[in-house]
């Protein structure tokens, strides 16, 4: 399973996608696969770490257009996290290169 993830690492690499480290693929993959509303607290929560992690996390995915913030209308305090078709469209070449890694990475072979 190594071998397929690492494949699949060198063709995100060798793409123009922006490159994600680990807290910041973690967030995005919460973001598009549960169910919103997504808040920081909530992320926090769900990926076990303090919210400023979250917060420089968002920083990045929302200036490469991938996640979109805003204020929660119903509470001022808190903060609304959004996919966006950039960011969906992201996870889904990410999943095709996963889907193109294991088909090329022979059984006897991991």
């Given at each position: 399973?190594?071998?397929?993830?690492?494949?699949?690492?060198?063709?995100?690499?060798?793409?123009?996608?922006?490159?994600?480290?680990?807290?910041?693929?973690?967030?995005?993959?919460?973001?598009?696969?549960?169910?919103?509303?997504?808040?920081?607290?909530g992320l926090a929560a769900d990926l076990?770490?303090?919210?400023?992690?979250?917060?420089?996390?968002?920083?990045?995915?929302?200036?490469?257009?991938l996640i979109k913030r805003s204020k929660?209308?119903?509470?001022?305090?808190?903060?609304?996290?959004?996919?966006?078709?950039?960011?969906?469209?992201?996870?889904?070449?990410?999943s095709d290169r996963i889907v193109a890694?294991?088909?090329?990475?022979?059984?006897?072979?991991?």
């Amino acid at each position: 399973m190594l071998k397929v993830w690492r494949e699949a690492h060198r063709a995100t690499v060798r793409s123009d996608d922006p490159d994600l480290t680990s807290r910041q693929m973690s967030v995005i993959l919460s973001v598009y696969m549960t169910e919103p509303p997504h808040t920081v607290r909530g992320l926090a929560a769900d990926l076990n770490v303090a919210k400023p992690v979250i917060t420089r996390a968002l920083d990045t995915l929302s200036k490469k257009g991938l996640i979109k913030r805003s204020k929660d209308e119903r509470d001022g305090r808190s903060v609304l996290v959004t996919r966006t078709v950039k960011g969906a469209v992201y996870l889904s070449e990410l999943s095709d290169r996963i889907v193109a890694a294991d088909k090329s990475v022979p059984l006897d072979d991991e």
